[in-house]
C-alpha cells in the first residue's frame, strides 16, 4: 500500500535559501518515491491567521506555488493543491470542531505563547487573539484527517499539532463508530538529517530574525547581495581559516558535493580570503538554483497556467475529499436521507443522485467455516467475482469496503496466471476471483469486476 504523505505550506513570505534546504527540497525528493503518494498543499486559510494583507497572501501564495514547481515537484504525480479551493476542508473542521475539547485547544503552544506576551505587557490573556489562532490546531487536522494521510513531515514546533490531530481523530472515531475507524492516526515525520541552514548572522536561517538569503526573487543579484552580507571574522587573506566556525559552511555543504566542501575547507584553513570563500559559496548555489530560477521566472510570468495546475489539483484532491464528506455527513446525521437501497450493500453513503437499486452488484459481508471474516462481491447475475482474504477482525473489513468505496486509493484488478485475478488497492491484494475455466473466461470475469468496482465506487 502507497504511504500517504501530507504536508501543509502556509502562505506567507517568500521562500528562501532554509525553506528550500529544509522543507522543499527533502519534500519533493521524498515524493518522488514509488511508494509514496503526496499531498502538498498551499495552507491559505492558515495564512489568514497570522495576516491580514490580501495583497501579501495573494503574492505570497503564487510564489510558494511557482517555487514549488519550480523546485521540481511534479504535479501529475503529487496532489499539489490550494486548501482554500478543497471546500470539504472546512466542512470537516467543523465535525471534528464540535467534538474537541476547549480544554485541549487551551493547551496549544501557540495559543499559550499569545496569552503569555499578553501577560508580559499586562494585557487581558486574550488580547488580539482571534479565533482563528485559537482553533488553529482543528483546522490542521481537518487537512490531514481529509485525506487520511499516514505521514505529515513537520518543524519540530508542530509536533503537538500532530498530537492534537490523533487526539481529535480519535475521538471522532470513537463517537462515530462505522464499519471501521474514519479516520487513521497520522504521525508525525522529522527528519533529523536535513540541514538547518544558518543565516547571515550565524541564528537560525529565519524570516523572523531578517537574515535570510533569497532563493528565486531578485535573482542572482540579490543572492550575491545576501551572500556579501555573511558575517565572518577580520582574518585578512592570506591568514589560515576555520571553516567550521564560519557561517559560510552550513550552506556551502548544503549545495556542494563532499569533495567540493573537503577542497573549501582545506581552501579556507591554507587563507583563501572571505571575498572568494563567498564567491564560491555563490557559485556553487547557482549551480543547482539557477536552472530552477529560470524556471520559476517562467511561471511566474504566466499566472493563468499556474491557476490551472493548482485547479487540476484541486480537482484529483476533491474526487477523494468530497465522497469521503458525504460519508462523514452520514456519520454525523446530517447527510442527504438515504435512498433505499439493498441492507447488505455495505455501502451507506451514496452518492446522492445516483440511484442504486436491488439489482446492481454488490458486496456481502459473511464468515467463513474458520470464523473469520470476508467478504465477496456478487455480480448483478448473483455469480461471486471475487472473495477477500480472512480477517480477524470484522472491522478490517469495513475499512477494506470503505477502501473500495472511495476513490482515495488506487484500486486495480490484475491477471494472475492464466485463468485467475486478483483486486488489489494501492497495489496490495485484498481479494481474488474464481479459479476460472480458461483465460477467455477468466477476461470476461475480470472486465465484469473491474465494471462492478466501478459502480460501487461511491
Ligand atoms: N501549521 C503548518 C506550519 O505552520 C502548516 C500546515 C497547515 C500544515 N496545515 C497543515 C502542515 C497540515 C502539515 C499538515 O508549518
Redesign the pocket.
Known amino acids: 500500500m502507497k504511504t500517504r504523505v501530507?504536508?501543509?505550506?502556509?502562505t506567507t513570505g517568500t521562500p528562501h535559501l532554509g525553506n528550500y534546504v529544509g522543507a522543499i527540497r527533502p519534500a519533493i525528493r521524498a515524493s518522488q518515491q514509488p511508494e509514496v503518494q503526496a499531498f502538498f498543499?498551499l495552507?491559505d486559510f492558515?495564512a489568514l491567521i497570522k495576516c491580514e494583507d490580501p495583497q501579501r497572501i495573494a503574492r505570497s501564495r503564487m510564489e510558494i506555488a511557482a517555487t514549488w514547481l519550480a523546485a521540481g515537484l511534479d504535479p501529475e504525480r503529487v496532489l499539489f493543491y490550494r486548501?482554500s479551493d478543497i471546500i470539504e476542508i472546512p466542512e470537516l473542521c467543523w465535525l471534528l470542531t464540535c467534538v474537541t475539547g476547549k480544554g485541549l485547544m487551551n493547551r496549544a503552544h501557540a495559543y499559550k505563547a499569545s496569552v503569555d506576551a499578553n501577560r508580559e505587557k499586562n494585557l487581558e490573556d486574550d488580547d488580539g487573539i482571534n479565533m482563528g489562532l485559537f482553533s488553529?490546531p482543528i483546522?490542521?487536522a481537518a487537512?490531514?484527517l481529509m485525506f487520511n494521510?499516514h505521514k505529515?513531515?513537520?518543524?519540530r514546533?508542530?509536533v503537538q499539532?500532530?498530537e492534537m490531530?490523533r487526539d481529535i481523530a480519535q475521538r471522532f472515531n470513537h463517537l462515530y463508530p462505522g464499519a471501521g475507524d474514519w479516520f487513521v492516526l497520522p504521525e508525525a515525520v522529522i527528519d533529523e538529517s536535513v540541514a538547518t541552514l544558518t543565516g547571515l548572522d550565524g541564528r537560525k536561517m529565519s524570516k523572523s530574525y531578517h537574515n535570510t538569503v533569497p532563493l528565486f526573487e531578485g535573482g542572482t543579484k540579490a543572492l550575491k547581495t545576501a551572500v556579501a552580507k555573511i558575517v565572518t571574522d577580520s582574518r585578512e587573506p592570506g591568514e589560515p581559516k576555520d571553516a567550521h566556525s564560519s557561517n559560510l559552511l552550513p550552506m556551502f555543504r548544503a549545495f556542494a558535493t563532499a569533495e567540493q566542501t573537503q577542497e573549501f575547507i582545506e581552501a579556507l584553513s591554507d587563507g583563501m580570503g572571505w571575498g572568494q570563500a563567498k564567491q564560491s559559496l555563490v557559485n556553487v548555489i547557482e549551480q543547482e538554483v539557477a536552472p530552477l530560477r529560470d524556471q520559476y521566472d517562467q511561471l511566474m510570468a504566466r499566472p493563468d497556467d499556474l491557476e490551472d495546475i493548482l485547479q487540476a489539483g484541486a480537482k484529483r484532491a476533491r474526487e477523494i475529499a468530497s465522497p469521503f464528506m458525504a460519508q462523514l455527513r452520514q456519520a454525523v446525521g446530517i447527510g442527504a436521507p438515504s435512498k433505499s437501497r439493498p441492507a447488505d450493500g455495505g455501502n451507506q453513503a451514496g452518492k446522492a443522485g445516483k440511484p442504486k437499486t436491488g439489482k446492481g452488484p454488490r458486496f456481502v459481508q459473511f464468515r467463513d467455516e474458520q470464523g473469520l471474516f470476508r467478504f465477496k462481491l456478487i455480480s448483478q447475475a448473483g455469480l461471486t467475482l471475487c472473495t477477500s482474504l480472512a480477517h480477524q477482525d470484522p472491522k478490517q473489513v469495513g475499512v477494506i469496503l470503505r477502501q473500495l468505496e472511495l476513490r482515495a486509493h488506487a484500486v486495480t484488478v490484475e491477471e494472475e496466471g492464466e485463468t485467475g485475478y486478483l483486486v488489489l488497492i494501492d497495489e496490495q491484494t485484498v481479494a481474488q476471483g474464481p479459479a476460472c475455466q480458461d483465460t477467455v473466461q477468466r477476461d470476461g470475469l475480470l472486465k465484469t469486476t473491474q465494471a462492478a468496482i466501478e459502480e460501487l465506487a461511491a
Open positions: 501530507l504536508t501543509g505550506i502556509t498543499f495552507a492558515h486548501q488553529y483546522l490542521m487537512d490531514i494521510a505529515v513531515p513537520v518543524g514546533d508542530q499539532h500532530l490531530a
